[in-house]
């Protein structure tokens, strides 16, 4: 499975919750069309004590999360109608962006959770065992996108799911200290 995943910045005169319903519920159904999807989620982070100083200092507001069943379905996508008019509805709310593909290593269907700890680890480490790894292909600003690219270097995505934003917290603490940018995201499933 491949995975597109965005990490998304809003527009500075947007606040936050502005932002997120734009997003859910104009955006989302514009994705929600794109040929050849297979599923498709929105992580919008949350203040947590989970979340690290790496984390805060991207400034991200959330990561949708796009996966296909291989290069040709997302390539059909992103070359589709579909996605040229949600790249024009995307000048409305976001102010940058940073679009990572990934090889999916886990099994996503085991993760129910509605918060999930999603970790960036930079480039050239060996990221911590989690039930899912996004292996990083390729990075880059989104595909015919005119939105500003977010420039950071991702090596690789994990994510581990709960199911309460306690339980999160209580998770990432256990988990240690960690040399990735970590962020609390609770999840909403569109497909």
């Known amino acids: 499975m491949i995975a597109a995943i965005s990490l998304m910045r809003r527009q500075d005169v947007l606040n936050l919750n502005r932002f997120r319903r ?10 929600r069309a794109f040929p050849k999807l297979r599923r498709y989620v929105q992580c919008h982070t949350v203040d947590s004590v989970a979340s690290n100083e790496e984390g805060l200092s991207l400034r991200v507001d959330g990561f949708p999360i796009l996966y296909f069943d291989n290069d040709t379905d997302r390539l059909a996508a992103h070359n589709s109608p579909e996605m040229a008019a949600c ?9 940058a962006v940073s ?22 680890w930079p480039e050239g480490t060996e990221p911590a065992n989690r039930p899912v790894l ?25 994510q581990t799911w709960f199911d309460s934003l306690v339980d999160l917290e209580c998770g990432g603490a256990e ?10 995201v609770e999840e909403h499933w569109l497909i």
Do not use: C
């Open 87 to 95: 790249n024009i509805d995307s000048r409305l709310f976001v102010g």
């Open 134 to 158: 996004y292996r990083v292909r390729e990075q880059g600003a989104a595909p015919n996108s005119v939105i500003p690219h977010l420039k950071f270097a991702v090596g690789a995505v994990t």
């Open 22 to 31: 734009h997003w859910l519920d104009v955006h989302g159904p514009l994705v």
């Open 175 to 184: 988990m240690g200290d960690s040399i990735s940018a970590r962020f609390a």
């Open 99 to 120: 679009r990572v593909i990934a090889d999916v290593e886990g099994d996503l269907r085991a993760n129910h959770g509605r918060f999930s700890l999603l970790e960036i």
